[in-house]
């Protein structure tokens, strides 16, 4: 009963804090950093300052699977290397109780003996794993812009992550990615602390000399960036996850939460790079004065246009180019011929993402069925005056019979099931909601799922 009135608790706190009058919008933050009170800034890595093309981080494993049957690996890559992480992690708190999170490298060596591979081998995907990582992190605009108001505010900036990757490597990605002022990078692999247990930040302030009320902690995980950043004395800005936000939107989730089995790795992929790439957007969506994608030429080609070209590949022609200028002009209210031109360069460097996400394989008919479906709930919620042509023009594909009434009861399900879960096992339960709850600890779902007759 405690552990119910706890998550019970938390979830009615998180959702006060997140909600648009309480939340911690941008310019509330500016104004914090601002403060001479402020000397420090410290960003979360991860989904704050950097994103993934993902809605779950272990989908681009998936990318390896099929080169890593080449190099002699009898099973799949991503389930080894999920249970190698699992090995690492067992093995480190046999021989060092104290620290919380293992290495890369103690990662693959368990990879080694997991997946029956010699040690050059588990190097090499090790490297093909490190260069995947790099190929596919953006910097989020929105934390970008903060982090660049610290800087010209005079503040000192720092990083804090939870991760398996070393300080070298993460400072590596950071210096790509523009954020070469940052002073200090602080990983739970290497201190052997970590935010989620709440260690690692007192750690940072001792290192730091300095008291945590001269620090602001920006991140998306409410309990590992705020709560336990509240707890050890740092002031707080909690930017939810890209995928986190649009979870968030009810009739978001209501939309993808019929469909019980789940998508494919690399449908979940070109998902979240669509959510990436509309982030801006979506912000706009659920305000007052929405707007299509702001305006913004390049968030229309990559999250509209790209992917309906992707999802009608079989019918379109070499023509795309005049398909999606002819879309583009439909939007346009201004400067048709730039608007045009911008949206289509945008499409078509989605489609070439598209092309290393699926990795050589097709969407199946549900998953094409989830991404038109989600394109019609982004373009829904805004205001748009040619809303039905564009909807009307998504590629049409068959919609179940029973689906009124499985939506019905997922909505239901959503709704009931939401106080009992963080963010993260929320968003489980909508893109994979059989797998979540056969996996499921807690035992309330676990009944649940036994009522449901999705666990035997």
């Known amino acids: ?156 900036v720092i990083a804090v992550s939870d991760t398996y990757h070393s300080c070298e490597f993460i400072a590596s990605i950071l210096r790509e990615q523009g954020f070469g002022s940052v002073e200090r990078i602080y990983v739970s692999s290497e201190t052997g602390k970590t935010k989620a247990k709440g260690t690692l930040f007192p750690v940072v302030l001792k290192d730091l000399k300095v008291s945590g009320s001269h620090v602001l902690h920006i991140g998306d995980n409410y309990q590992s960036d705020i709560q336990n950043a509240r707890d050890a004395g740092l002031l707080t800005a909690h930017v939810p996850s890209v995928v986190n936000r649009y979870f968030s939107n009810f009739a978001f989730a209501c939309a993808w939460s019929w469909n019980a089995s789940g998508l494919s790795p690399q449908a979940r992929m070109i998902l979240g790079h669509i959510l990436n790439y509309c982030d801006e957007a979506n912000e706009a969506a659920v305000g007052e004065q929405p707007s299509l994608f702001s305006g913004n030429p390049r968030i229309f080609g990559s999250v509209f246009l790209g992917p309906l070209l992707l999802t009608g590949r079989s019918e379109a022609s070499p023509g795309d180019q005049e398909i999606a200028s002819s879309w583009a002009e439909t939007v346009a209210s201004s400067n048709e011929e730039a608007f045009s031109e911008a949206a289509v360069i945008a499409s078509g460097r989605f489609l070439e993402d598209a092309e290393l996400l699926l990795n050589g394989r097709s969407l199946t008919e549900a998953d094409m069925f989830f991404l038109s479906n989600t394109l019609a709930r982004l373009l829904g919620s805004c205001h748009l005056s040619s809303e039905m042509q564009l909807l009307d023009s998504l590629p049409p594909l068959p919609e179940p019979t029973h689906f009124s009434k499985i939506r019905r009861m997922r909505s239901f399900e959503l709704n009931v099931l939401r106080p009992f879960l963080r963010d993260r096992e929320y968003v489980r339960l909508i893109i994979d909601r059989q797998t979540f709850l056969k996996q499921a600890k807690n035992p309330i779902l676990r009944t649940y799922g036994r009522w449901k007759n999705v666990i035997g």
């Not at 994103?51 to 099929?66: N, Q």
């Not at 605009?141 to 982090?147: A, E, L, N």
């Open 1 to 156: 009963m405690s552990s119910l009135l706890y998550r019970l608790g938390y979830a009615l706190k998180k959702r006060a804090i997140a909600s648009p009058r309480n939340g911690d919008a941008i310019e509330k933050i500016r104004k914090v950093i601002e403060s001479p009170a402020v000397e420090i800034v410290s960003f979360d890595i991860f989904d704050t300052l950097l994103v993934r093309p993902v809605l779950e981080p272990t989908d681009l494993f998936s990318l390896l699977d099929d080169r890593s049957q080449v190099l002699g690996l009898s099973e799949q890559f991503t389930k080894v290397r999920i249970a190698a992480e699992k090995h690492a992690k067992a093995k480190l708190a046999r021989h060092e109780p104290s620290k919380s999170e293992p290495t890369i490298d103690s990662i693959y060596e368990s990879f080694s003996e997991i997946g029956d591979v010699t040690t050059e081998v588990a190097l090499t995907l090790k490297a093909m794993e490190l260069g995947g990582e790099k190929r596919w992190l953006s910097v989020r605009p929105r934390v970008r812009d903060i982090y660049d108001h610290a800087l010209r505010s005079g503040k000192r």
